[in-house]
């Protein structure tokens, strides 16, 4: 008796945007919900996900369903070709050190200066850029939950 078995690829992504193991749980059900995706899993250490389909599952098809939930796919071999891991990293270091050179005033005042009016202004114009600019990728993460009904730590971090 011959048994017939069914061909299975894989695929690796990168995964842009996961700030914690709810975000890839969500990533991976997302995935596994796709025709012909057998089965998916998602490393949030790694920013990776693997998933195993059928050979006709189109690649865009699984990046749209990820993107609809506020996260980005990319593979591996196009995001080495472009840099972009490199490119990312390197955003994410010069968004830190802008976010901390503007934080750090505002910390000082905080502590070693009497709270008056223009203490608060100052404040509030050294913080605005790092909550709506710097923290722009928790909001836009958290948007895309709220519309899918549903939270994770990016909720809890755009409200607070």
């Not at 790694?46 to 865009?60: K, L």
């Not at 490199?86 to 910390?107: C, G, H, K, N």
């Not at 909550?131 to 928790?138: E, H, K, T």
Request: charged share 20%; aromatic share 6%.
């Amino acid at each position: 008796m011959e048994v017939m078995t069914k061909q299975t690829t894989t695929l690796d992504f990168d995964v842009e945007g996961m700030t914690c193991a709810s975000c890839a749980a969500r990533i991976e059900k997302a995935l596994v919900k796709q025709p012909g995706v057998e089965a998916a899993t998602v490393n949030l250490a790694a920013a990776r996900a693997r998933v195993r389909t059928v050979p006709s599952v189109d690649e865009q098809s699984l990046k749209d369903a990820v993107a609809k939930i506020g996260y980005e796919l990319r593979t591996k071999e196009a995001d080495h070709a472009a840099g972009i891991h490199s490119t990312e990293e390197t955003r994410q270091w010069r968004r830190f050190w802008i976010a901390a050179a503007l934080t750090m005033p505002a910390l000082v005042l905080a502590m070693f200066t009497e709270m008056n009016a223009t203490s608060a202004w100052l404040q509030l114009a050294l913080t605005t850029p790092v909550v709506l600019w710097i923290g722009s990728q928790f909001h836009r993460i958290a948007w895309n939950q709220a519309i899918n009904r549903s939270v994770g730590m990016d909720t809890l971090i755009s409200l607070g």
